[in-house]
């Protein structure tokens, strides 16, 4: 039996016992025995306690012992440590059980330490009454969370990992959730330098569906920072220079925190310089100078600006400056009309994409030109006032066209570089500067030529013939077809009119078809001079005799005919019977009749009557 069940049966064995009556008094006066007689005592055995006894009784347990029946959280001391367990007075029948694994959180626990309880088991097999420290910490700590979340309360908790999204801290017993973005009011780089460490939080959401608890700690900070938020948007001007420290850096610029307030260098405003991006000129945590450019009538929007506290380039640059003075610079930006010059930081000089080269054939500044490059050149123009500089580089090099009709006179004949096509001609490079147009109608004697392109390609070697030279137009006129003796000089005597010729049908075309006498004579035979003797006509791929009857050298026109060869055949017998019979008639004398019907009949043979 328990210690304290013990104690209780020692006391009862304590009360007083009544004695019997003596017989003799029973017999002395029997109805007065049985009048006084204690049959309570008789029957129970004890004697009756009084109710005011009772009472009072009755009121000492409940000061003194708890009612295990109730599962609440009580209040109990630490009487005894052993290796593995602590032992309760909870003010019970007896001292309850709690292992040590329950007091993790606390290794200096001492006797006599006071600890929140739960009665876990009433009694266990051994009759020990067992109690959950853990359980009791996770009610009570509830009930401290809900709290602090009605009254805003500021709680401890102790930081203990990091998780997804952010970092899991031990607020009363109970893992709460501190979201990444509630750690601080600047972003957090290094989460790890938060853990293992006790600190200040605001209890700002708590789910009792999924017994989820979120706190804050950038709460606390963004209540301290408001009061002097207000305080120096209060004080704010334009012109104003202020310290700060780089908050965050974007690709458009740089947020500064004034101190509570967050203003932002847009990235036009760090350097005069041109920069790609912030990072070039500033880092995070860095301190420095700034000053107000702007902001709304809230004030919640500060335009600051870093360049504004230097003095501008243009207004540093050197009176000795003057155009016509050679520079060099940094190619900062390319653009499809030129090439920004970085001279001095901040100063920034335009070279045209026709100040480049001294061709007249204009190409894109990335075909001579790439960002990052050092070049030289020539201050073409310079405006102190509206800060503009245009600067030149083909004018490191003499004009090609200076000693022109020296190079490329008349006539001389040279080998350029096709450059591009026009509909109407070709553009050919003979050296840096000098470009010259060759017709379509001067690229070859016997081709015709629709498009350049099918002539040739760009980057092509051509030999050429200056044909035209105008200096100050500038222009060169080039024919490439000059360069060999012109075909069709030989071809009009070798293919003159009434010349046959053997040769096959190539195409059956619209109206008639083609016949290829060489690579470069191509003859036309229309549809009723395809027709043969035996009155059918000649098809694709059939040879036979063509007979020119016509050749323009001027136009490259060939007509020929495959007709005419035996029709004039024809004509020649008809013309040699004829004279045959004249001779013949002349020798026999035959009258005049007879010669008009020989004459006759002939004329009806040769028109086919016959």
Not at 15 to 39: C, D
Not at 258 to 266: A, K, M, N, Q
Not at 409 to 432: C, D, M, Q, Y
Request: hydrophobic fraction near 40%.
């Amino acid at each position: 039996m328990a210690e304290k069940e013990k104690k209780a049966e020692v006391e009862a064995t304590d009360a007083p016992i009544v004695e019997a009556p003596v017989i003799s008094e029973a017999k002395a006066n029997p109805e007065k025995f049985l009048k006084e007689f204690n049959w309570h005592n008789y029957q129970e055995g004890i004697d009756e306690v009084d109710d005011k006894q009772l009472k009072e009784f009755e009121k000492l347990v409940a000061e003194n012992f708890v009612d295990t029946l109730n599962d609440e959280v009580v209040e109990g001391t630490v009487v005894h440590i052993s290796d593995r367990d602590a032992i309760i007075d909870i003010n019970a029948k007896s001292e309850g059980v709690i292992s040590l694994n329950e007091f993790r959180y606390n290794p200096n626990l001492a006797i006599g330490d006071k600890v929140e309880v739960l009665i876990d088991v009433r009694e266990d097999a051994t009759g020990q009454l067992v109690l959950s420290h853990r359980k009791a910490r996770v009610i009570k700590a509830w009930d401290r969370v809900n709290a602090a979340h009605d009254t805003g309360e500021i709680v401890n908790g102790f930081v203990k990992c990091r998780t997804k999204g952010g970092m899991i801290v031990d607020v009363f017993g109970i893992e709460a959730f501190l979201p990444g973005s509630q750690i601080d009011v600047k972003p957090i780089r290094d989460y790890d330098q938060y853990v293992n460490k006790t600190m200040e939080f605001k209890v700002v959401k708590i789910n009792h569906e999924f017994k989820n608890v979120v706190v804050s700690h950038k709460a606390l900070i963004e209540a301290d920072i408001e009061i002097q938020k207000k305080e120096i948007i209060g004080q704010l001007e334009k012109g104003q220079v202020l310290e700060g420290v780089v908050k965050n850096i974007t690709s458009y610029g740089v947020f500064i925190d004034l101190g509570g307030v967050d203003g932002l260098v847009h990235i036009t405003d760090l350097s005069w310089s041109r920069i790609n991006h912030p990072n070039e000129i500033v880092e995070l945590d860095q301190k420095l100078n700034v000053v107000i450019l702007d902001f709304d009538e809230n004030k919640s929007r500060i335009q600051l600006g870093l360049k504004q506290l230097s003095k501008h380039p243009w207004e540093a640059l050197a009176e000795e400056v003057k155009v016509g003075d050679k520079v060099k610079g940094k190619v900062v930006v390319i653009a499809d009309y030129g090439a920004f010059i970085e001279v001095v930081d901040g100063v920034e000089g335009l070279i045209h994409v026709s100040e480049m080269s001294w061709s007249t054939h204009l190409r894109s500044a990335q075909d001579f030109v790439s960002v990052g490059d050092e070049v030289e050149a020539v201050i073409l123009t310079l405006d102190r006032e509206d800060r503009k500089m245009s600067l030149g580089i083909k004018q490191l090099t003499p004009d090609p066209w200076t000693d022109i009709t020296e190079k490329y006179p008349l006539a001389s004949k040279h080998t350029g570089i096709v450059r591009n096509f026009t509909n109407f001609g070709v553009f050919v490079e003979l050296e840096e500067g000098i470009d010259g147009l060759i017709y379509i109608s001067d690229l070859s004697w016997t081709k015709k030529i629709k498009h350049p392109s099918e002539f040739c390609a760009v980057g092509d070697k051509l030999d050429v013939i200056v044909l035209e030279l105008d200096v100050e137009g500038r222009k060169l006129s080039l024919g490439h077809k000059q360069t060999t003796d012109n075909p069709w000089d030989k071809y009009e005597t070798e293919f003159a009119l009434e010349t046959v010729h053997n040769a096959a049908i190539s195409e059956i075309v619209d109206k008639g078809a083609t016949i290829e006498f060489n690579e470069d004579i191509v003859a036309f035979v229309p549809s009723r001079h395809l027709e043969k003797e035996d009155g059918s006509k000649l098809k694709k791929d059939e040879t036979a005799e063509f007979k020119i009857i016509e050749f323009n050298k001027e136009f490259k026109r060939v007509v020929a005919s495959h007709t005419a060869v035996f029709k004039a055949e024809e004509v020649a017998n008809v013309k040699a019977a004829v004279k045959k019979a004249a001779t013949a008639a002349a020798e026999a004398k035959p009258t005049l009749g007879d010669a008009n019907d020989a004459l006759q009949a002939l004329k009806d043979k040769m028109d086919g009557k016959v």
